[in-house]
């Protein structure tokens, strides 16, 4: 049998929490992955859409974590005494994973803004050298020269 207090059914409550928990490792382990180091951009589609899939599933969980944590007494309170740790546990674990997720997220964030200003800054440098090489390249058989020296 299971409790309800205050319109919560510590069961359901749990098993919504164990589901979370489950869900967001995923995402973790995803997440990880689409942050390695590595020059190449294939895959990525892929693993943003995995992760896509992971938040959609977690959202289907219908368990709002930001209410849970705001809610915290009256949700420990609704649980049976034996079940307290385990709630507690899983809840630190959100946060600590949620925490790790974001950081991951900014930094690879911040090497992509990166590579792509050093990809920007080659791409000019080889126009540069291409305009270079055209202003020096030899005219073609038969054709004028734009300048003549007639001092001959």
């Known amino acids: 049998m299971t ?10 409550l749990l098993r919504q ?24 951009c ?11 899939s992971v938040m959609n599933r977690i959202d289907s969980v219908g368990l709002d974590f930001v209410s849970l944590r705001e809610r915290w007494e009256e949700v420990r309170h ?4 034996e079940q307290h740790a385990e709630a507690a546990e899983i809840i630190r674990f959100l946060q600590s994973t949620l925490r ?10 911040t090497s992509v803004l990166a590579r792509k200003e050093e990809t920007l800054d080659h791409i000019r440098k080889l126009q540069g050298g ?3 090489a055209r202003a020096y390249a030899r005219p073609a058989a038969g054709t004028d020269t734009r300048f003549l020296d007639r001092t001959e």
Do not use: F, V
């Not at 409790?3 to 359901?12: K, L, P, R, V, Y």
């Not at 997440?31 to 020059?39: G, K, L, M, N, V």
């Not at 294939?42 to 896509?52: F, H, P, Q």
């Open 3 to 12: 409790e309800t207090t205050h319109g919560i059914d510590s069961a359901q």
């Open 17 to 40: 929490m164990r589901d979370l928990r489950e869900l967001y490792g995923e995402l973790l382990d995803l997440t990880r992955a689409q942050c390695e180091p590595s020059d190449a």
């Open 42 to 52: 294939e895959g990525i589609g892929d693993a943003l859409e995995r992760k896509r």
């Open 78 to 81: 609704s649980l049976p005494h």
């Open 100 to 109: 790790e997720i974001i950081e991951m997220e900014n930094r690879w964030h």
């Open 130 to 132: 291409r305009k270079i």
